[in-house]
């Protein structure tokens, strides 16, 4: 089931093939103070349905990760980086990372909410 995700004012949206069976909330020094809830994907599961000059990037730290906003209205919409299942970054396997709070017509609050220690494990 397709599952669309939206910004405020538009400028950037995104579709991903399934909606996330539990949403992820990470306390590094980034995600705590941006406040999104991150839903993973692999690249073939997402598609951003706007233009990508909407898109703008932040880095930080390593510049491994991408972390994406929109230009226009400020919202935290994806972010890209290898993955991490090995405890190492793998950039044969890059994750992209959806804020779960950007989805239409999805009910954030009936799915669990996993914390993760990012504060200290990078
Ligand atoms: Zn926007």
Avoid at 61 to 81: D, R
Avoid at 96 to 113: G, K, Q, T, W
């Amino acid at each position: 089931m397709t599952l669309k995700a939206r910004c405020h004012c538009g400028a950037t949206q995104l579709e991903v093939t399934e909606a996330p069976k539990e949403v992820t909330s990470c306390n590094c020094t980034f995600c705590s103070k941006r406040g999104a809830l991150h839903a993973y994907y692999t690249p073939a599961q997402f598609k951003l349905t706007t233009a990508r000059d909407r898109v703008s990037t932040y880095q930080w730290n390593s510049y491994i990760g991408q972390h994406h906003h929109c230009a226009i209205c400020g919202c935290s919409t994806y972010s890209e980086f290898p993955s991490f299942d090995s405890g190492k970054p793998d950039f044969e396997h890059p994750r992209i990372s959806v804020n779960a709070r950007l989805f239409e017509d999805f009910d954030l609050a009936a799915v669990p909410v996993k914390h993760v220690n990012g504060r200290n494990d990078w």
